[in-house]
């Protein structure tokens, strides 16, 4: 059973690679590790950009770029340390002037 688990997330992380341009691969990475507070949903856990390029197979400069973006846009903000999603019915964003 932990195999199939395990084989499942690594099918899912192949497939967001291959058709998920970095836009898309930030957002999925926020959007899973945020968590329900009080109706809100919010990343506890510290992520340096470094560790989000490294997840997702980007460089670190291009995800500086992608999640400056993405806060200038709306998607989420950052509160005492912490990154709060603005709106997780939100359709994934993608890169500027590309449609989704």
């Known amino acids: 059973k932990s195999l199939v688990q395990r084989l499942r997330e690594a099918d899912r992380n192949i497939e ?3 058709l998920l341009d970095v836009y898309g691969r930030v957002a999925k990475l926020l959007i899973d590790f945020s968590e329900d507070e009080r109706g809100r949903r919010v ?3 510290r992520l340096t950009k470094q560790d989000i ?3 997702i197979g980007a460089s670190r400069e291009m995800v500086s770029r992608v999640m ?3 806060e200038n846009r709306g998607y989420f903000r950052v509160e005492e340390g912490r990154i709060i999603l603005t709106d997780k019915d939100a359709p994934m964003p993608s890169a500027p002037g590309r449609q989704s």
């Open 68 to 70: 400056k973006d993405l």
């Open 53 to 55: 390029a490294k997840m």
């Open 16 to 18: 967001s690679l291959a």
């Open 43 to 45: 990343i506890k856990r």
